[in-house]
């Protein structure tokens, strides 16, 4: 796996090699698996073979029915006990309509994940985010803006310089309805079933 990873050039090979992988370690069909994780079998042979670019919430499934993390497909490098992740290996996973991002600073390996985020949402902008495993829960720090955080049907405004805690096993929304450009770091921990 490590001289897998080693040559794989863009985080699209390292995904598609670590899926493969781990799938494949585990001893799981492409018709098992999809069923599993509620992917189309047709979007694991695209991903698989390098040609599809999943969306967050494909990644967050996979992850979860694999029992690792989403920094675990996404790491293009192997990584010691302590290591600094420098900017241009932060990946961005979404792209919004009108230029917001969500990029992914840093993550643990393993399946008791804990990842850090970035979000960047210009106005009128949202992301849409099915219900995570049981248990996850995310810690939300809001740097500029305005936050509209929706769970299960629930909105919470978190303004600038505030910061939340929330249960995200249910879905969810995050948006800018303000004029402002939006910008929080978000910390998601999601435990092992």
């Not at 079998?41 to 494909?58: F, T």
């Not at 829960?137 to 505030?162: A, F, R």
């Not at 995200?168 to 303000?178: A, G, I, K, L, Q």
């Amino acid at each position: 796996m490590t001289d897998l990873v080693r040559h794989s050039s863009s985080i699209s090979e390292a995904i598609a090699l670590k899926l493969k992988h781990y799938r494949k370690a585990q001893k799981y069909s492409l018709d098992d698996f999809s069923r599993m994780s509620g992917v189309s079998k047709g979007m694991l042979v695209e991903i698989e073979a390098c040609r599809a670019n999943p969306s967050i919430a494909i990644l967050c499934k996979v992850a979860n029915i694999l029992k690792i993390s989403v920094a675990d497909l996404v790491e293009v490098t192997d990584t010691p006990k302590v290591y600094q992740i420098t900017a241009d290996a932060m990946p961005q996973l979404w792209e919004g309509e009108k230029g917001g991002s969500a990029r992914l600073l840093a993550g643990t390996p393993g399946p008791d994940m804990l990842e850090l985020w970035q979000w960047q949402l210009f106005p009128d902008e949202q992301y849409n985010s099915p219900a995570h495993s049981s248990g996850t829960k995310e810690l939300i720090y809001v740097q500029q803006g305005t936050l509209t955080l929706t769970v299960d049907g629930q909105e919470h405004l978190i303004e600038s310089g505030n910061a939340v805690v929330a249960n995200t096993d249910h879905e969810h929304r995050y948006s800018n309805r303000h004029a402002e450009e939006l910008i929080f770091t978000m910390t998601v921990q999601e435990p092992t079933n």
